[in-house]
């Protein structure tokens, strides 16, 4: 009960924290893009070390985001770079991961240096006339299914099902069905858990 009041109350001063620091970005992000103002804003956060640093980022998350609820961890040196991501209670998100647009559902781990991409067309490279830096691409939101685990080192490019475990160093290139246990590069299912 007292571990729940104390949580509460840091959550509570670190949004107080973060109120000048999200409207200073606000206002950058009326003469910039949003998304790459978001990006800086979090590049820049990142960089608070411990359980009070990931307090900061969740506050500002809470502000910022399309959708962040309060009661989840981000690791340090973590980077956002969608201000279209969705983020769940009991999430947690360890040191030096990389997040694209995506929706991480309620009580997913993901473990250091998970790397979640805005799906797998961010980048047309057809024309080889043009440099691929110049030909556009796609950005798709991925989800995390809840309760799913994503090792550290992974690769996400598709929607992972629900109660999940994706091995570490997997690269996810497909779909994931619910319940899945699956590794490799690319990612294949080695079983199911509700066997």
């Known amino acids: 009960m007292l571990q729940q009041t104390a949580k509460r109350a840091m959550r509570l ?3 107080v924290i973060m109120l000048p620091v999200y409207f200073i970005y606000s206002i950058t992000s009326l003469v910039s893009s949003k998304d790459q103002t978001f990006a800086g804003f979090a590049q820049f956060l990142s960089l608070f070390p411990g359980i009070s640093g990931s307090y900061l980022r969740v506050a500002f998350y809470q502000l910022a985001m399309q959708k962040c609820q309060g009661e989840l961890f981000i690791g340090f040196g973590t980077l956002f770079s969608q201000q279209q991501t969705e983020l769940f209670d009991g999430v947690y998100i360890g040191p030096q991961c990389n997040i694209g647009k995506c929706r991480i559902e309620a009580n997913c781990l993901l473990g250091s240096g998970v790397h979640v991409m ?15 830096r110049e ?3 796609t950005f798709e939101a991925v989800t995390i299914g809840e ?5 550290n080192g992974a690769l996400i490019m598709a929607t992972v099902g629900k109660k999940c475990i994706i091995g570490a160093g997997s690269v996810v290139i497909n779909d994931i069905p619910d319940y899945s246990i699956v590794a490799g590069n690319p990612a294949k299912i080695i079983k199911s858990r509700q066997q």
């Open 13 to 15: 001063i670190a949004l």
């Open 135 to 137: 030909q556009g691409g």
């Open 147 to 151: 309760d799913s685990w994503i090792g």
């Open 118 to 132: 805005s799906g797998k067309e961010q980048h047309n490279f057809e024309n080889i006339d043009i440099p691929i």
